[in-house]
């Protein structure tokens, strides 16, 4: 029996590190932004069921949005601090995606530096791979709206 490059990769994290709670993002909305399928530190795996009311076109393509959305959501969720925020990101779109299909997003960190990450993230309908990404993140002591934002712009710029 052939086990998909996804499956094998599900299996690893499973064995190499437990299963933890999501505790940021929690009061997202999945049908637009996908489900946590699995969460470890460092890992995550969004599954986003693409529906009738993301269609962009006469043809049934997704809006790229909620590709980004998902996608996102899947490099919070691989942080999982309570206050990490999004400071930039570099996206390839590869493929469209169709209403109709189920996309799963594999997010992992790869770069911590303080209060930073750096975190990739795959998406893929089967074993196509129709997104990739590098999402810059930054983990604030007190909630982003909570912050005095003019006094603290440097600082996150240059943690940025």
Do not use: W
């Amino acid at each position: 029996m052939d086990e998909t490059l996804e499956d094998q990769d599900d299996l690893a994290h499973f064995i190499s590190k437990e299963q933890t709670d999501l505790v940021t993002h929690m009061r997202i909305n999945n049908n637009f932004s996908g489900e946590v399928a699995k969460i470890s530190p460092g890992y995550a795996k969004i599954v986003l069921d693409t529906v009738e009311v993301m269609r962009a076109d006469d043809m049934g393509m997704v809006h790229g949005g909620f590709i980004f959305s998902a996608a996102d959501y899947a490099a919070m969720a691989a942080v999982n601090e309570p206050n990490v925020v999004l400071a930039s990101s570099t996206c390839l779109f590869l493929s469209p995606v169709r209403v109709g299909d189920q996309v799963s997003f594999v997010a992992e960190e790869h770069q911590k530096e303080g209060r930073k990450r750096t975190v990739n993230v795959k998406g893929y309908v089967y074993d196509i791979k129709v997104f990739e990404g590098e999402f810059k993140t930054v983990i604030t002591d007190r909630h982003v709206l909570r912050l005095d934002l003019l006094k603290n712009t440097e600082e996150l710029r240059q943690d940025a």
